[in-house]
């Protein structure tokens, strides 16, 4: 991966996950380790975050690294109608490795061919969020103990959602069982079900999340995307479609987890907070382990061996 850029998941193989994964491990037992002393990244924020951002630069920080950046494009000269290539040129000048997220697919990987360094996708559009899909592998591969042979739901906006897209692909690794719960109208795009075709497994499209809580390892629910919704209207219909409440985990798999990439608006109740089920808040935690590995390995700069 040294000096490449990370802009799908298909960019990398299921070989480069165990790489990644395994050396998150390293980090996660040591993440202070100023090893990128030398290195500026920086975050370039199209669109608004809280989580991939800032598990960037608190990765990029405990590793000694330079960040610099913006988190509001009207603050840079965007505003006055420099174009992208642009403006990744000019930061390159400025930087070692690019993080960047972009409203517009495509976009990153635009980036991509026409940066110096490389660039690292936080989230094109409804595309592509390759480092979340890493961080979720990290997760559920730490509560399982392993990644083959789940039995995975993905519940809420499999349309928009781009953080199933990638993660959906990198399970077709896995020999997964695929529970897909939506709305008729935000149904898993039929490219990404075809990732699970050509792989010959299965999935199984539901309606209602009632019928896949005791049958699953893993639920990953997600937040219904109203900035990617053209008809407020149709938000409006499908906004609170799925709300997941504590007792509906009354007879879950004992080993279940509850996944969400965050941030959730009401798709869980708070009262699931405080059940051993709940893993979102200690995935978003793993994002900055996970994000070490990739600065280190594109990087090139080795952790020391603990
Ligand atoms: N999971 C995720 O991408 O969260 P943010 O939008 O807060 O970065």
């Given amino acids: ?11 990398i193989t299921r070989d480069d996950y ?3 994964l395994n050396l998150a491990e390293e980090f996660e037992k040591n993440h202070r380790q100023p090893i990128l002393e030398n290195f500026v990244v920086a975050t370039l924020f199209f669109e608004p975050s809280t989580r991939t951002r800032l598990s960037f630069e608190s990765a990029a920080s405990y590793l000694g690294a330079k960040v610099i950046g913006f988190t509001d494009a009207a603050t840079s000269s965007v505003k ?3 174009s992208l290539k642009d403006t990744i040129l000019t930061v390159s000048n400025y930087s070692d490795l690019i993080v960047m997220r972009h409203p517009k697919e495509g976009s990153a990987r635009y980036a991509s061919e026409v940066a110096p ?3 690292i996708n936080a989230g094109d559009g409804a595309n592509q969020h390759p480092t979340q899909c890493l961080l979720d592998l990290y997760s559920i591969r730490k509560t399982q103990k392993r990644l083959d042979n789940l039995n995975i739901a993905f519940v809420g906006d499999l349309k928009y959602g781009r953080t199933v897209h990638s993660l959906v692909q990198a399970l077709t690794n896995y020999n997964t069982t695929f529970h897909l719960v939506s709305p008729d109208e935000l149904k898993l795009p039929s490219s990404v079900k075809q990732f699970i075709k050509d792989k010959n497994l299965d999935y199984i499209q539901y309606t209602d999340m009632a019928e896949v809580i005791d049958k699953v390892d893993i639920l990953y629910m997600t937040r219904i995307q109203q900035e990617r919704f053209s008809d407020p209207l149709e938000y409006e219909r499908v906004k609170n479609v799925y709300i997941l409440k504590n007792n509906m985990l009354d007879n879950a798999k004992s080993n279940l987890k509850v996944l969400h990439p965050l941030p959730r608006v009401n798709e869980i ?8 089920m709940a893993y979102y808040f200690s995935q978003a935690k793993n994002g900055v382990y996970v994000r070490q590995a990739l600065l280190s390995l594109i990087l090139d700069v080795k952790p020391a061996k603990k």
């Fill in 269 to 276: 109740t708070e009262d699931v907070d405080d059940n051993s």
């Fill in 117 to 119: 360094v490389p660039i």
């Fill in 80 to 82: 006055k109608g420099e």
């Fill in 1 to 11: 991966m040294k000096n490449k850029s990370l802009i799908s998941i298909h960019d």
């Fill in 18 to 20: 165990d790489i990644i």
